[in-house]
């Protein structure tokens, strides 16, 4: 690999890494709006199955709770697994261009809905149908996008859950995701023997930035480094769906 894909490559991860570390969240999302600059989605995609697989493990294994939250979510993670595969059989090979503004709406939406704190409220009533849905969608976007924040996190946010099965929620979903997203992308022969080893390499300085992130947590104002990450996020978003048109 050339030098300096490498330092793009890792450069990602780290920033990506540091920003999970802080606020429990954002390394796909931050990991792809900032390898989208240099190179295809689906490229970025294959990048980050290794780091986002192995972080979010470790956050849902943190958890206190991890077989209620199965029992509570199995419908919304079988409908984004489900929502990923097909959505990649659906989409055409050569959206290369669709899937970047595809990619740059779906930051600019996550980053809004973090600027205003939009706070859906899930009533327990709906919830089995609800979760169905907002899997189905956040499947879909994945694949189109290799982000899959969309509509997840708001809906696991509007659960009412207590923090730390929050954060073992968005764990169990965004690991749920990342195993489809390798699913789809191998079977369409995008995540082969080389893709899977850059992505093993990417996974060290995503640690590091992790590790990073969270030595610094309690030293900082979270919603002031929040407010700068979705702000940061947003314009990354906008400078993907306008790239077509600024090229």
């Given at each position: 690999?050339?030098?300096s894909y490498l330092?793009?490559?890792?450069a ?6 540091f920003v ?13 709006g ?7 989605p689906?490229q ?10 192995v ?13 209620a ?7 919304m993670?079988?409908?984004?697994m ?7 059989a ?5 959206s ?21 704190s ?7 009533r ?8 907002a ?5 879909l ?5 290799g982000?899959f924040v969309?509509?997840a996190?708001?809906?696991l ?5 207590a923090r730390?099965?929050?954060?073992q929620?968005l764990?169990?979903a965004?690991?749920?995701?990342t195993?489809?997203?390798?699913a789809?992308?191998?079977l369409h ?10 992505s ?12 990073a ?13 929040r ?14 769906a ?6």
């Amino acid at each position: 690999m050339e030098t300096s894909y490498l330092l793009a490559v890792g450069a990602s991860f780290l920033v990506a890494g540091f920003v999970k570390g802080v606020v429990g969240l954002g390394l796909p999302t931050v990991a792809m709006g900032t390898l989208s600059l240099v190179m295809p989605p689906v490229q970025a995609a294959a990048l980050l199955i290794v780091p986002s697989m192995v972080t979010n493990i470790w956050q849902l294994a943190a958890g206190p709770g991890l077989r209620a939250l199965l029992r509570r979510l199995w419908p919304m993670l079988t409908a984004v697994m489900a929502g990923t595969v097909a959505g990649g059989a659906l989409l055409p090979a050569d959206s290369g261009t669709l899937a970047v503004v595809a990619l740059g709406v779906a930051l600019m939406l996550y980053a809004l809905a973090g600027l205003f704190s939009l706070q859906l409220r899930v009533p327990a009533r709906h919830e089995a149908w609800l979760g169905l849905m907002a899997g189905a969608v956040t499947g879909l976007v994945t694949a189109a996008t290799g982000v899959f924040v969309i509509p997840a996190v708001p809906y696991l946010q509007g659960l009412g859950l207590a923090r730390d099965a929050l954060v073992q929620a968005l764990g169990l979903a965004f690991t749920a995701s990342t195993v489809a997203l390798a699913a789809s992308l191998a079977l369409h022969g995008d995540f082969s023997l080389g893709a899977a080893g850059a992505s093993a390499y990417a996974l060290l300085p995503a640690l590091a930035g992790m590790l990073a992130g969270q030595w610094l947590r309690g030293r900082i104002a979270q919603h002031v480094f929040r407010r700068c990450f979705f702000v940061g996020l947003f314009a990354l978003g906008l400078h993907a769906a306008l790239k077509p048109w600024l090229a």
